[in-house]
């Protein structure tokens, strides 16, 4: 670990997740279609951090994933 490491720790000395599933909820409107480049960049992560968010969210059936073309995926969230 470096000096300049500022990340957040828990008190076990873990690092705590900065990209969270809330966060990503919180920025998405019911119904609406989102690419994952428009969620990272309302959030200001990293296409691959909102992705794998994202793909967390699928998993547990809080959002949906439609594939229309082979490099592209829509995320919405259900009512």
Avoid: C, F
């Avoid at 994952?36 to 793909?55: C, F, M, P, Q």
Wanted: net charge negative.
């Amino acid at each position: 670990m470096t000096e300049n490491d500022e990340r957040a720790r828990n008190e076990s000395g873990e690092y705590v997740q900065e990209h969270t599933e809330e966060a990503v909820l919180e920025v998405m409107q019911p119904l609406e279609p989102y690419m994952t480049s428009e969620i990272a960049d309302k959030l200001g992560w990293s296409r691959r951090s909102a992705y794998n968010v994202l793909t967390r969210l699928h998993e547990s059936d809080e959002i949906r994933k439609k594939k229309p073309e082979a490099r592209r995926v829509i995320w919405i969230r259900p009512e």
